[in-house]
């Protein structure tokens, strides 16, 4: 028969053996606070004052509260992936010449139609000439004949007088030709194919200043059926660039010399996560429409973001007009009984009214979504100087020693001279960097612990000193109580 008194005596007993390991474990976190690196946990535990024990704790919650904000906030600007940009200048002793596109302004050198007879203005001519270009110009493309175009366009040897690169005459072989819309056939120096289309080392430029450089004598032709101008377009671009001569370059006229001194500079994006940027397309960036009609129909591993808008554009105008403009890029690589080029009248049309609703819509933005930036892209800057060009005495000389029996007098008027070189070896990278790198992130964590609660990495291991100090009491308390029982 149990006693009640003793009964009493046993759960006041064990009250009290709860309150004792109650208390140890109190002791062993007063411990641990006093000895702490942690400012302001010290002298909380130390105080005997209970209004120094408030205003103690008052101020290391609110400096804790401080430093974890801080923390968070720094943590998202990490995960927003900012980018800083850094400038410098670098010098290189023999830098590759950029690739020189240069194509007449007046597209073709013969060609069969009816001039009108206007009495406007000039400016009203160009505006009612530029359809009937368009036209008698689609209707060359439309012959869709290598052979032909070559025929109606420019020769290489009509075009050029004479060729120098660096003081050393250049062959017309150097040269690559290309058709365009516009500007009939094109030729590029130093793109890295020759006039066979076979690969060819690029060149490079040892020195700075226009006898350094390449000097072309440009012949522009003498009959400007197409034209209200006359001169060239050039464009100078890097060799990997995608480039549309009718919006690239700028035009340089006849009758001049024109000196293109060349500044370059070379900006470097961040990929992803940093930026959406694309320099190569592979299977995993192809997330639109457009890019998978770059990547899967025109079989281009090559990204431009220009091409991609164009692309972009003729979409737009097939999918309003079921034609395709032959001055834009095509959406395949031949056009077939389903895609046809846009050149009847009413198409023609459509095709206007198409491009003019495209800009003036949120189409042209998301297109722009749809095309990025490349990572990596070079940009040639410009310093341009002209003079008279040629004197008398020059084209009586030029005459002479090429056709005696000329007797154009106006054959001035179809000459220009063109140098382009660089006016200094050093060029300019603009390159992106993370606003905050992995170690700048612990950098910064570190340093709003050690200001703000005044822990370290060392710190770090009192709390697993802590850990461990309840632990063991715990596994000693329940061999106390074993060893008890057993008694």
């Known amino acids: 028969m149990i006693h009640p008194e003793e009964n009493s005596e046993e759960v006041l007993k064990k009250d009290s053996d709860k309150k004792k390991e109650s208390n140890s474990y109190l002791s062993i ?9 942690s400012h302001g946990l010290p002298n909380f535990a130390r105080n005997e004052s209970f209004i120094l024990k408030v205003v103690w704790a008052i101020a290391t919650l609110a400096s804790w509260a401080y430093c974890f904000n801080l923390i968070i906030v720094l943590i998202i600007e990490y995960s927003d992936y900012k980018t800083v940009s850094n400038s410098r200048q670098v010098y290189e002793a023999t830098p590759y010449f950029p690739a020189i596109d240069i194509c007449n302004i007046n597209p073709y050198s013969e060609y069969n139609y009816t001039e009108k007879n206007y009495s406007d ?28 175009l070559l025929k109606k366009g420019f020769d290489i040897s009509t075009l050029i007088l004479s060729c120098k690169f ?11 030709r290309y058709h365009n819309f516009y500007h009939g056939n094109c030729y590029r120096f130093n793109g890295g194919l020759n006039s066979n289309d076979a690969k060819i080392p690029l060149k ?11 000097q072309l004598e440009l012949f522009a032709g003498e009959n400007m059926n197409l034209s209200y101008r006359a001169g060239f377009r050039i464009i100078i671009h890097n060799q990997s660039e995608e480039i549309f001569p009718e919006e690239d370059g700028f035009n340089v006229p006849t009758g001049a010399e024109t000196n293109i001194g060349l500044y370059r500079t070379i900006n470097n994006r961040l990929p992803m996560p940093f930026s959406n940027c694309l320099d190569e397309l592979n299977e995993k960036d192809l997330n639109n429409e457009i ?32 034609c395709m403009d032959l001055s834009l890029p095509p959406l395949i690589k031949q056009l077939d009984k389903n895609l046809t080029a846009c050149k009847e009248s009413q198409s023609l049309n459509c095709k206007d009214s198409a491009e003019i609703e ?16 490349e990572c990596t892209k070079t940009v040639f800057t410009t310093e341009v100087s002209s003079a008279n060009y040629p004197t008398k005495w020059y084209l009586k000389t030029f005459n002479e020693q ?13 000459m220009l001279l063109l140098n382009i070189f660089y006016n200094d070896l050093i060029y300019t990278i603009n390159e992106e960097s993370p606003a905050i790198t992995p170690s700048n992130l612990l950098g910064q964590i570190g340093g709003f612990l050690g200001l703000f609660i005044g822990i370290s990495v060392l710190s770090c291991m009192e709390n697993v000193e802590l850990v461990i100090l309840l632990i063991l009491h715990f596994y000693k308390n329940r061999k106390a109580k074993k060893d008890q029982e057993l008694n």
Do not use: H
């Open 29 to 37: 976190l007063k411990s641990w606070c006093e000895s702490s690196t």
């Open 121 to 148: 203005s000039k400016i009203d001519i160009k505006q009612e000439t530029d359809r009937e270009v368009y036209s008698i110009l689609l209707d060359i493309e439309t012959k869709n004949n290598d052979t032909y």
């Open 166 to 176: 660096q003081g050393k005459s250049c062959n017309f072989s150097d040269f690559y």
């Open 204 to 214: 490079k430029s040892s020195k700075a200043g226009w006898r350094n450089g390449l």
């Open 291 to 322: 890019l998978e009609i770059i990547s899967k129909e025109l079989n281009r591993t090559k990204y431009s973001q220009k091409f991609c808008q164009k692309i972009c554009l003729q979409k737009y105008i097939y999918q309003k007009c079921k």
């Open 358 to 373: 495209f800009f003036n819509s949120k189409a042209v933005g998301i297109c722009n979504n749809f095309c990025p930036l």
């Open 402 to 414: 090429n056709d005696p029996d000329s007797s154009d007098e106006n054959f001035d008027l179809s």
